[in-house]
């Protein structure tokens, strides 16, 4: 067996599959100076529970990128330049994760914390 396929059966195998269901996320970046993370709802994202989460951030602007960071999760979703939309699927674990525009980390950023 080659190490990525022992990876995700190690993956398999430590999750349950009910544990594989994606929860959907909504991120945005710019136009202007903002950055969010809501729910399918619209509502913004304080507390999320355990689990895979789809992520799609909507990078409205040329000078920001979407990064997220926390427990075993350093990606990112966007990058400065790009404009468009793009998908992450992360597994988010117990902790505090923050979301940042990298060239504006001192003003454009959230957090929320994982159960």
């Known amino acids: 067996m080659r190490a990525p396929a022992i990876a995700a059966a190690v993956l398999l195998l430590a999750f349950p599959a009910a544990a594989h269901a994606k929860t959907f996320l909504k991120g945005s970046v710019g136009p202007g100076f903002t950055i969010t993370l809501k729910s399918g709802s619209g509502k ?54 923050v979301y940042v525009c990298d060239p504006h980390r001192g003003f454009m950023r959230g957090t929320f914390t994982v159960t």
Do not use: M, N, W
């Open 44 to 97: 913004r994202v304080t507390t999320l529970k355990r689990g895979f989460y789809a992520i799609a951030v909507d990078d409205q602007s040329s000078i920001h990128d979407f990064h997220l960071k926390g427990p075993g999760v350093d990606v990112k979703i966007t990058g400065v330049a790009f404009e468009g939309t793009r998908t992450a699927t992360v597994l988010l674990r117990k902790g505090t994760y």
